[in-house]
């Protein structure tokens, strides 16, 4: 079985900065794309970021773009999420998913991926 743990999140001043990662036990993926994705209270579920398995391809949402990070380990056994300049918007449970049907490229879209996270909460306040 595979389990995704997020960890990281808290409560950040606006301009400031936080690490999330995404640690992946259990079955090893012979390829999974990965992907982070947030959700405000009343707002729909919104992908992030997310990198291929093979290659390193990374896409971001124009929100965070140029100022959120995705990475990946060698090993394949965590996924970083590292957010600067954060902004009142970036208000949200942070969730790292796993979409086993994709090596090299990378889905925007939550239903595409099978496995998630429980959350992590992260708190920009001004």
């Known amino acids: 079985q595979v389990r995704l743990v997020e960890s990281g999140g808290g409560l950040v001043q606006a301009g400031g900065s936080l690490r999330l990662t995404c640690a992946i036990s259990?079955?090893?993926?012979?390829?999974?794309?990965m992907g982070w994705f947030r959700q405000a209270p009343g707002k729909e579920r919104e992908f992030v970021a997310g990198i291929a398995w093979a290659g390193g391809r990374t896409a971001y949402s124009d929100s965070v773009k140029g100022r959120f990070v995705i990475s990946m380990d060698n090993g394949k056994n965590t996924v970083l999420l590292q957010m600067n300049s954060l902004d009142l918007e970036d208000t949200a449970v942070y969730s790292c998913?796993?979409?086993?049907?994709?090596?090299?490229?990378?889905?925007?879209?939550?239903?595409?991926?099978?496995?998630w996270g429980q959350g992590t909460q992260v708190i920009v306040s001004s």
């Open positions: 998913a796993a979409d086993p049907n994709k090596r090299w490229f990378i889905s925007t879209t939550w239903t595409q991926y099978d496995y």
């Open positions: 259990g079955r090893t993926f012979s390829s999974a794309s």
